[in-house]
């Protein structure tokens, strides 16, 4: 049995990143794909006990403290969902990966790169995205597009400038894995089309 492929929806606020992840599940069921929607953090109990304080809690957490609670939540999921999934043959389509964290809690808020690289490796048993499809949006809009507000899309526009800056940063040395999708206002079908075409070459669709 062949191992599952690993896809990855990334991007900064209110790129539409979810809806796109969706998109693509719906896609791959209906060609008969066996396939597995998760998030980041989240997928099992305790991981989705973490994300409400990461993303909720009403007391300020430093940006170490982020850190160690995403990667929690990480090797959680990884170990009970991702890696017996992937193992099995079935494809799992991640909403946020590892790259948030360096994008976010990096780029965003200051940790040192090599560090939270180091991390994301032990939590994810050195598994990489077998293709990443990183949604860049103009912050700006991407935060005025957020209905529901949260720690995050609260940390200001220069915060996400850099959040941005660094997605773009992470797709440069991996083009044969990273794919950089232009946020389409309004039209979420153009971008779905773009995703598929890439995933139709990489699953042999």
Do not use: W
């Amino acid at each position: 049995m062949s191992r599952g492929s690993y896809i990855v929806i990334e991007g900064g606020e209110g790129c539409g990143k979810t809806t796109q992840a969706e998109l693509l599940h719906n896609y791959l069921k209906e060609k008969n794909i066996a396939c597995y929607l998760g998030r980041e953090p989240g997928g099992i109990k305790a991981a989705e006990e973490m994300r409400k304080i990461l993303k909720h809690n009403k007391e300020d957490i430093s940006p170490i403290g982020e850190l160690f609670g995403f990667e929690f939540a990480r090797t959680e999921f990884f170990d009970k969902i991702i890696i017996p999934k992937l193992d099995t043959g079935i494809n799992v389509i991640s909403d946020r990966s590892g790259y948030s964290t360096i994008a976010y809690q990096g780029y965003g808020g200051g940790i040192d790169l090599d560090c939270i690289k180091l991390m994301n490796n032990i939590s994810m048993k050195g598994i990489k995205p077998d293709i990443t499809f990183i949604i860049d949006i103009d912050p700006g809009l991407g935060l005025e597009k957020e209905v529901v507000k949260d720690r995050f899309s609260e940390k200001g526009l220069e915060y996400h400038k850099r959040v941005r800056q660094g997605f773009l940063d992470i797709a440069k040395p991996n083009s044969k894995r990273c794919v950089i999708i232009q946020y389409q206002e309004g039209n979420p079908d153009k971008m779905q089309k773009e995703i598929r075409q890439h995933i139709k070459t990489r699953l042999k669709i």
